[in-house]
C-alpha cells in the first residue's frame, strides 16, 4: 500500500481514537440523548459515520468483483473532490441519503460496542485497500451520493471531511 495512503488510514484512526477518548467521560444516557425529537443522539451520529465507512468500502469491493474497467480521475476526479468538499463544508444542513439515515441508526447503543464495530470496519478496510494494486487509488471507483464518482484517495478524504463535520455535531450534541 501507498505510503500516503497509510497516513490517511493512520490519520483516521487517530481522530477516531480521539474522539472514542473524549466520549468515554460521558455516560451512556447522555451519549443515547436526543438534542430535540427530530435530531440525532451522539451515538446515533457515530453510526451514521461508520455505516457510511462500511457501506462505501462493500460498493468499491462489489465494483471491483466486476473487474471493472475505470478510469483515471484528472480532471473529473478533481472537479468532484471540489464538489464534495465544498458539500461537506457548506454551513448548510442535508439530508442523508437513505441507506444510512434515521431508519437505519439504533435508537441506543454503547460506545464500546460502536467503538468495537468501527475498529473492525477500519480494521477490514485496511486489509481489503492493502490488497489493491496502487494504481487502482487515483481511478474513479467510489460513488459518493452527491459528489459522484472519486478515486479511493478521495473516498479516504471523504472518510477524514465527514468524520470532522460529524465531529462538530458530536460536541453540539453532548454539551
Given at each position: 500500500?501507498?505510503?500516503?495512503?497509510?497516513q490517511?488510514l493512520?490519520?483516521?484512526?487517530?481522530?477516531?481514537?480521539?474522539?472514542?477518548?473524549?466520549?468515554?467521560?460521558?455516560?451512556?444516557?447522555?451519549?443515547?440523548?436526543?438534542?430535540?425529537?427530530?435530531?440525532?443522539?451522539?451515538?446515533?451520529?457515530?453510526?451514521?459515520?461508520?455505516?457510511?465507512?462500511?457501506?462505501?468500502?462493500?460498493?468499491?469491493?462489489?465494483?471491483?468483483?466486476?473487474?471493472?474497467?475505470?478510469?483515471?480521475?484528472?480532471?473529473?476526479g478533481?472537479?468532484?473532490?471540489f464538489?464534495?468538499w465544498?458539500?461537506?463544508?457548506?454551513?448548510?444542513?442535508?439530508?442523508?441519503?437513505?441507506?444510512?439515515?434515521d431508519?437505519?441508526?439504533?435508537?441506543?447503543?454503547?460506545?464500546?460496542?460502536?467503538?468495537?464495530?468501527?475498529?473492525?470496519?477500519r480494521?477490514?478496510?485496511?486489509?481489503?485497500?492493502?490488497?489493491?494494486?496502487?494504481?487502482?487509488?487515483?481511478?474513479?471507483?467510489?460513488?459518493?451520493?452527491?459528489?459522484?464518482?472519486?478515486?479511493?484517495?478521495?473516498?479516504?478524504?471523504f472518510?477524514?471531511?465527514h468524520?470532522?463535520?460529524?465531529?462538530?455535531?458530536?460536541?453540539?450534541?453532548?454539551?
Amino acid at each position: 500500500m501507498k505510503k500516503s495512503t497509510t497516513q490517511q488510514l493512520d490519520k483516521l484512526d487517530r481522530q477516531l481514537e480521539s474522539l472514542l477518548s473524549e466520549l468515554s467521560s460521558y455516560s451512556e444516557a447522555q451519549l443515547n440523548q436526543k438534542p430535540a425529537p427530530e435530531a440525532w443522539s451522539a451515538m446515533q451520529v457515530m453510526h451514521h459515520m461508520l455505516l457510511a465507512e462500511q457501506l462505501s468500502l462493500a460498493y468499491v469491493q462489489k465494483k471491483l468483483s466486476f473487474n471493472p474497467t475505470l478510469k483515471n480521475a484528472g480532471f473529473t476526479g478533481a472537479w468532484h473532490v471540489f464538489l464534495l468538499w465544498t458539500f461537506i463544508y457548506a454551513p448548510l444542513k442535508f439530508k442523508a441519503p437513505a441507506n444510512v439515515s434515521d431508519e437505519k441508526l439504533p435508537a441506543h447503543s454503547t460506545l464500546q460496542e460502536t467503538a468495537q464495530i468501527w475498529k473492525n470496519n477500519r480494521r477490514e478496510m485496511r486489509e481489503y485497500l492493502g490488497t489493491l494494486p496502487d494504481g487502482t487509488f487515483q481511478k474513479l471507483l467510489y460513488r459518493h451520493p452527491f459528489a459522484g464518482l472519486l478515486s479511493l484517495d478521495a473516498m479516504l478524504l471523504f472518510f477524514e471531511w465527514h468524520f470532522l463535520r460529524h465531529q462538530k455535531q458530536i460536541h453540539r450534541t453532548v454539551k
